[in-house]
């Protein structure tokens, strides 16, 4: 069965610094890998997403991701992080010959100190 | 583009009354639709897949009888909750598959249930 992991529940970071999440996935072939982002009480928005190609993946505000098959990972970057970036981030894998059916990881949350 | 709407998106209702959820992509059509909901401080978990003109398909555990879902069009879909109970109280979520671009879902913004 498929499963998703972000090893980190919490991170801290400083604003201005750099952002790295984690994502490991356990997939029978390479999946649909997606990014989102969810505010407080808000529904989820697209950061980015992985189907083939280029590895590296650029997404909206200022996020990229990499795709290593070797390490079953997709792990979301960000350089310089902005006090806007708070919210709590999932990851997620999930195939057309799955019915499109999304596997979230259980989501790491973003605080920004000033 | 591919924006999708929830309609209420706070709803406080008596245990025991029936609630109906609205989700609609707005500028795109979507023979698919997800129905999730989350629990505080947790991830998302899958209730459903809705297919227009067809029956939906549950997820394992999940009481068809008691989350129906309707997708009578290729932009609107309907959860309701009937006979709810306070272990109903959720966050309700919906999204949209978008066909351009492909296999992508986009969410609404999703509806606190509150039952009393």
């Known amino acids: ?114 | 583009g591919a924006v999708v709407s929830q309609h209420p998106s706070r709803v406080i209702c008596k245990s025991g009354t029936s609630v109906k959820i609205e989700c609609r992509s707005l500028d795109f059509q979507a023979t698919t639709m997800f129905w999730y909901r989350q629990f505080p401080k947790q991830s998302l978990m899958l209730m459903a897949t809705s297919n227009e003109g067809s029956k939906a398909t549950y997820e394992q555990g999940v009481e068809k009888d008691k989350f129906l879902i309707n997708h009578a069009s290729l932009t609107l879909s309907t959860l309701t909750v009937t006979s709810a109970h306070p272990e109903d109280s959720s966050f309700y979520i919906c999204s949209a598959l978008s066909g351009n671009p492909a296999d992508t879902q986009y969410f609404g913004p999703g509806t606190r249930l509150t039952v009393l």
Not at chain 1, 27 to 35: D, M, Q, R, S, V
Request: with cysteine; net charge positive; aromatic share 14%.
């Open chain 1, 1 to 114: 069965a498929q499963s998703v992991t972000q090893p980190d529940i919490h991170i801290t970071v400083s604003e201005g610094a750099s952002l790295e999440l984690r994502c490991n996935y356990s997939y029978g072939a390479t999946p649909y890998l997606f990014w989102y982002v969810q505010s407080p009480g808000q529904g989820l928005q697209l950061l980015l997403k992985y189907f083939s190609g280029d590895t590296l993946v650029q997404g909206i505000k200022g996020f990229e991701a990499e795709f290593k098959r070797s390490q079953s990972s997709f792990n979301l970057r960000k350089p310089s992080v902005h006090w806007s970036d708070a919210a709590e981030y999932f990851c997620a894998v999930g195939a057309r010959a799955a019915g499109n059916k999304l596997t979230f990881g259980g989501g790491t949350r973003v605080l920004v100190k000033p």
